[in-house]
């Protein structure tokens, strides 16, 4: 076991070196593991009066999806599934544990969580390493690992890297100094540096990153404690503290066997722990210049790690893993010799609901991807030293070369590692340029088929306006047609009404007009009589009349004789008083 040191070199990303000898269980592949976390809902989602969506079922391994109404309800099923309810202890032992184990039998095992941001993917995969309760899987697995290697006769060497994808920028957390990283191509060591072989693994390496010796497991809670203070997090709206980057943690495992024959043999096994950044929505995140630009890096490159999965699943003939360099780091953990687990976190809150049912189908379909593991190759000791032997050797002609500046020297297997190496990156820029001009045509068809589906648009809205009007006409015209009918219908009722009562009156006059002619003969008799009546009448009024006028005349002749009698009367008097009064004045 070595004590604790630094080296620096160009390291395997998320890869290792496989030996030709396949496991026999895993021919024709092995499924990528698949599991389901769903965290508790917050305060302030209860303060909101938001709904559970989520059913979870993790005796039958199920999840259902319960939408707003009970037709959008969908069940999904997974390796293993976590309610709200299940502690950071139960994930490790029934998911993690073991794939710690096949890590220590010499496989290489990537395990990284994927969901909505604020769904738990840092707490289960970090935690709190101070907390027996809370630490997650990375804490966990130290333990686990130091403990399972102390227990064992074999000697060990443990190395650790820490790596950051922030803004589609590798950085190392593990580094003091900043240092240019980058991720290329290179032949694996199966036979030595120097090896030339066409059919040798081609391994994914990241340039400059650094790998730490460590003897104990506090030794890596130190380093973690420093490197994770450099990850990029944020406070947003739906997460106090946001991971703004992808991050690798990486744990490599020598192990020392001795076989009967009393050789040594290296094994070497690899854990890749990844921390993903979540998905953000950036109009609910709230997420302004900078954290907007993050949110669009990280939203970019889990989109085209989403047309990965889709793309293996589907079988597709091109698989985009240079479209995003957080594609490229999981290369070799998506369909590649690595054995995977995704543990995918999710929000059982209705305010989430989209979220939610997307990890969900990403989840999902990842569960078809086959990957085909190998035990990393068993080197002997005397392999090792000869390998070893190679490369002072190479380094001694570079140094004789120099030190002489009598031109350029390269030993025969140094040039033609060179050289093949050279025919990869051109076999790769092929490739590259192919996908490009895919793309373009992609680019272009989906370019025309805009164009042409604005115009139709186009055409449809102005068809969609015509309908409209002619359809707010014809309910007007539809309006005035019922109301006319309403009245056309009590115009006909009242006719049926006034038809009724004149058949009723056609009845009785039916049954009267069989009386008509009797009633015609009385009524002349009675009208004969009537009228001789009426002459008498007549002819007695005649004569009434006759001698009223007779009665006329009498009074009026009397009424003459009165008046002469009364003027007669009046002078008689006069002269009469004359008298009297001659006589007095004679007399008296």
């Not at 184990?101 to 290489?108: A, M």
């Not at 227990?151 to 790596?163: A, D, F, K, M, N």
């Not at 690798?248 to 690899?270: A, C, R, S």
């Amino acid at each position: 076991m070595s004590g604790s040191s630094t080296n620096r070199s160009s390291t395997p990303s998320l890869t290792g070196n496989s030996s030709n000898n396949n496991n026999g269980n895993n021919e024709k592949g092995v499924n990528v593991q698949v599991v389901v976390r769903a965290r508790p809902m917050n305060p302030k989602e209860i303060d909101g009066r938001e709904f559970s969506v989520l059913d979870v079922r993790p005796e039958r391994k199920e999840i259902t999806f319960v939408g707003p109404k009970s037709a959008s309800s969908k069940t999904f099923t997974f390796d293993t599934v976590y309610g709200t309810n299940s502690t950071q202890k139960e994930v490790f032992d029934n998911t993690v544990v073991p794939i710690v184990d096949e890590v220590l039998k010499g496989f290489n095992c990537t395990i990284f969580c994927y969901g909505q941001t604020g769904t738990g993917k840092t707490y289960t995969m970090e935690g709190d390493s101070c907390s027996i309760e809370h630490a997650g899987i990375i804490p966990r697995s130290i333990h686990y690992i130091f403990d399972a290697l102390e227990r064992s006769s074999s000697e060990y060497t443990v190395r650790v890297s820490h790596l950051e994808l922030y803004n589609e920028e590798l950085h190392d957390l593990l580094s003091s100094e900043s240092k240019t990283l980058r991720i290329y191509e290179d032949m694996g060591t199966t036979n030595g540096p120097n090896n030339s072989n066409p059919n040798t693994k081609r391994a994914l390496m990241v340039n400059n990153l650094e790998e730490v010796n460590v003897s104990t497991a506090q030794a890596i809670f130190n380093i973690l404690d420093k490197s994770t203070r450099k990850r990029m997090t944020a406070e947003t709206l739906m997460n106090k503290q946001s991971s703004r980057s992808h991050c690798v943690f990486t744990i490599i495992i020598h192990t020392k066997e001795v076989t009967i024959e009393g050789e040594d043999l290296l094994k070497v096994g690899k854990l890749n722990l990844v921390d993903l950044a979540g998905a953000e929505n950036v109009s609910r995140s709230g997420a302004t210049d900078q954290r907007k630009r993050e949110a669009g890096m990280i939203n970019q490159s889990l989109l085209t790690l989403g047309r990965v999965i889709t793309a293996l699943t589907e079988h597709s003939s091109h698989i985009p893993y240079r479209e995003s360099k957080l594609t490229r780091l999981l290369q070799e953990s998506l369909g590649g010799k690595t054995k995977t687990c995704i543990i995918a976190t999710v929000s059982p809150s209705s305010g989430n609901i989209e979220e939610t049912l997307s990890t969900l189908d990403y989840a999902h379909r990842a569960k078809n991807i086959k990957n085909r593991p190998e035990v990393n190759q068993k080197m002997t000791k005397k392999a090792l030293i000869k390998e070893y032997t190679q490369e002072i050797e190479l380094l001694r002609n570079q140094l004789a070369t120099a030190r002489e500046k009598d031109g350029v020297y390269l030993p025969v297997e140094q040039y033609n590692a060179m050289d093949l190496e050279l025919k990869n990156r051109r076999a790769a820029a092929v490739e590259i340029e192919q996908a490009i001009e895919k793309k373009e045509a992609e680019l272009d068809a989906i370019n025309k088929l805009f164009k042409k589906t604005k115009e139709d648009l186009l055409i449809t809205t102005n068809t969609l306006t015509q309908t409209q009007g002619t359809l707010q006409k014809t309910i007007e015209d539809l309006n005035v047609t019922s109301n006319t009918l309403n009245q056309t219908q009590e115009v006909l009722q009242q006719t049926q009404e006034n038809l009724e009562v004149t058949t009723q009156n056609l009845t009785v006059a039916k049954e009267t007009i069989g009386d008509h002619e009797t009633i015609h003969q009385e009524r002349d008799r009675y009208e004969g009589t009537l009228k001789g009546t009426l002459n008498n009448t007549i002819n007695s009024i005649d004569r009434l009349h006759e001698k009223i006028e007779r009665k006329k005349s009498v009074e009026e002749e009397n009424r003459k004789r009165v008046l002469q009698g009364k003027d007669g009367l009046s002078e008689s008097i006069s002269m009469m008083n004359d008298s009297i009064s001659r006589f007095r004045e004679d007399h008296f």
